[in-house]
């Protein structure tokens, strides 16, 4: 491992790094636009998925990574892929993914749901093209430059956008605004992911604040930082704050910078706390009622958090000139701070204390998470504290249940929810067992958990060695990646972070680049032989012939959401017939889908026609046999018809399937 290289003194000072060869392309019109281009991709794709309600819906996501492979053909033809440098990394960080996305489409043979287990091959195949994307942009350190920024960017618009539904109501009016609940969760419809959000880009900001590229970023990233940490207190997120303490830890814990960076840190937090203590004084904002003066205290706290943001700024001004000044006393602080022996030291005494808090309050924490009481407190505030596991631990009991069953490959790709139906021990409805890693042991067996982990744990560590062997400012960058993608691997392990794509872009994006500045480290070594010409274009042939399959997989569910969409509204229209030939265009794009079916089983109830209804829901049963809705309905219609017999039987067969259901109770079809 190469020594780490002594900054010069415009990089102490935050100036760009150029890499090798990056002074040509930075001089051509050409660079500059592929440079813009770096920056704005992150911004788009993050900023899309968001606008879209994080990308958690078919339609949203299909669309990024349809977008996104659109770019990686384009790219290609371009001609990147003869520029790329190909090694190791890469094959393995792709043939991965590839491996959990074909492995989650062929579960569908046992899964009892084609259309559930495609649609989660489907999320991998996006995920597929946010990496290959991020990897062909980040070909040159300066387009690494740019991509990283883009991250922070994006990270900190998402933030502010949020901020603002909570602060200004009545100018960003949205359905999740005035009068939607305390804890903030637009625009990404989630809390803890809206708290993830804000973590990752403290510490993505952190590092611009530093290592940014111009000068107004560095400033801006400072007084940006307050807005963020407002915008987490607003989500009341323990995953949030976990985010937080993960990527900021991560990224400290791995810069020569890490001094520079906690003094920030500590600005910011100085800055974001006179806006703190507004909000727990005034009532009607931090519950967010539907009221006037949640309005009025809304826009006084964006004028205390104003006054913070110049706060920050001013002592960052302080700190700039002290670096400057470059004085004995900071230089000994300097130098200590990036003493070996004091490392070792500082994380020896944090393993002790962590340890101790451990054996002193670990047993009652664990009561406290393990409550079966998934009721929140009325309080907001006291969730930030409050050790509750919210049903974790029913969640993942339920997963185990399901991976007991079938251990080694799983109940198929997408059906947790039926697993929960079955194994719950609470009526709450649950489609996600709020943990990566366990719901892909529980859907894909030891096979595709081991998948997942291998997929993870590589993405990790090529970008650690994409760090180790990186010196001056390539390392900080590199640090502020790691730190997204860990802190996205640790959240993803306690809550359903992986369903939502404007959050795995902070896994896929940052490991793109990471991945591409590991094989340039690799192609650069002076003992390496060879040529990789072949390479190039069986990668450019195989990416393309993964673009096809992937355009194809993306666009069928994608048009038949949107039909199905158009049959709901032309049932609502009362426009019968034009409902029904939506339903029917849904059904022949994707004939091996539930959905089209129960939607015409819908609509012959409506009209009536409960033999053909019955034998539209029994067509869906084919299709999804683990679903208890199913059988509802079927029994419904039946007993509709006036078949009692049948009706009784379907009925009796979706309460062996949801055993807590309570409108299953009794005869009186209210489901």
Known sequence: MPAEQPLTSRQRHGGPHVGPGGGASRSSSAGRLDQTAALLAPVALI??????????????????????????????????????????????????????ALLSAISSFWSGSVELSVTEADRVLTYLGFFLAAFLIAQTDERRQRFAEGLAIAAALVALLALGSRLLPHVIVTAESLGSGSRLRYPLGYWNADGAVAGIGVALLLWTSRRGAWAALRW?????????????????????????????????????????????????????????????????LAND??????????????????????????????????????????????????????????????????????VAVGGRAWHQFSSSDIQFSTNPQSRITDLSGTGRKEFWSAALDAFGEKPVLGIGAGTYKFAWDQHRSVEDPVHDAHSLYLQAFAELGAVGGILVLALVGSLLWFGFAAWREAS??????????????VAFAVGAAFDWFWEIPALGA???????????????????????????EGRRFGLTVTTLGLAWIAAIALVGPLLVEREIDSSRAAAARGEADSAVNHAETARSIEPFAASPYVQLGLL???????????????????????????????????????DEAAALADLERARRLNTLETCLRGREWKC
């Not at 520029?83 to 993914?97: F, S």
């Not at 902070?506 to 990789?532: N, Y």
Request: glycine residues 12%; charged residues 15%; proline residues 2%.
């Open 506 to 532: 902070f896994l896929f994006l940052p490991a793109g680049v990471l991945v591409a500045a590991r094989c340039a480290q690799i192609a650069a070594d002076p003992r390496r032989q060879g040529t990789s």
């Open 604 to 642: 012959a109830e409506q009209q009536g026609e409960y033999e053909a209804a019955a034998a539209d829901f029994g067509d869906a049963i084919e299709r999804e046999d683990r679903n208890w809705q199913w059988y509802y309905l079927r029994s419904r219609v039946e007993h509709e018809a006036g």
């Open 289 to 358: 009622y539907a009221t006037q003066a949640t309005i009025d205290q809304g826009v006084t706290v964006l004028l205390i958090l104003v006054c913070g943001i110049a706060l920050s700024l001013l002592l960052f001004a302080g700190l700039r000139w002290e670096e400057r000044r470059e004085g004995r006393l900071s230089g000994r602080a300097l130098d200590i701070s990036r003493n070996p022996a004091v490392l070792r030291g500082i994380a020896l005494a944090a393993a002790l204390l962590a340890i101790v808090a451990v």
């Open 47 to 100: 900023g899309g998925l968001a606008l879209a309600g994080g990308g958690f819906d078919v339609t949203a996501r299909h669309i990024a990574g349809l977008a996104a492979w659109l770019t990686v053909v384009a790219m290609l033809v371009f001609g990147a892929g003869a520029r790329a440098k190909l090694e190791r990394p890469l094959y393995w960080a792709g043939g991965l993914i590839v491996g959990l």
């Open 472 to 485: 001056g400012a390539q390392r900080e960058r590199n640090a502020a990646l790691l730190a997204a993608m």
């Open 220 to 284: 801006a990233s400072v007084g940006a930082i307050p807005a963020l940490l407002l915008t987490l207190y607003f989500t009341y997120s323990r995953g949030g704050l976990l985010a937080l303490a993960v990527a900021c830890g991560c990224l400290i814990a791995l810069s020569g910078d890490r001094l520079w960076l906690l003094a920030t840190l500590a600005i910011g937090a100085l800055g974001a706390l006179p806006a703190l203590l507004a909000v727990q004084a005034r009532g009607d």
